[in-house]
């Protein structure tokens, strides 16, 4: 996996449009983070956003393939991670739509923070 330079330019440009956007070298990838959350990834010159089963059905609707991995095994691993459409990368109205897909799904995916309670010494 990898991405090339002008790619990753090119599409940190277009997902500025959903607003402000971090990111992050993982694994040969580019991960693109909204307010601390993973929306997408630059993958192999091509953008994966992030879905899960109440958004999946859009992707699949286009005919969007889903992100998969080989296994050691010879198993491919599916992530939860669609192919953008193409348009999303000329139309900035398109990749603020599908990014906030992605968002709402990062957000369902979001763990909740584990509370902590102190205990107290008695004597």
């Given at each position: ?5 002008e ?67 010879g ?32 957000l ?16």
């Amino acid at each position: 996996m990898s991405v090339k330079a002008e790619f990753e330019d090119f599409v940190a440009e277009q997902i500025s449009a959903f607003g402000h956007i971090t990111q992050k070298r993982m694994f040969g990838a580019l991960a693109f983070y909204h307010q601390g959350l993973i929306i997408g990834m630059a993958i192999d010159d091509a953008l994966y956003l992030k879905a899960d089963d109440q958004s999946k059905s859009g992707f699949e609707a286009e005919g969007l393939p889903q992100f998969t991995y080989g296994h050691k095994s010879g198993k491919q691993i599916g992530m939860s991670y669609w192919r953008a459409p193409e348009r999303c990368l000329d139309d900035p109205d398109e990749m603020k739509a599908w990014c906030s897909l992605a968002y709402q799904a990062a957000l369902r995916a979001k763990k909740p923070e584990k509370k902590t309670t102190k205990k107290i010494k008695t004597s």
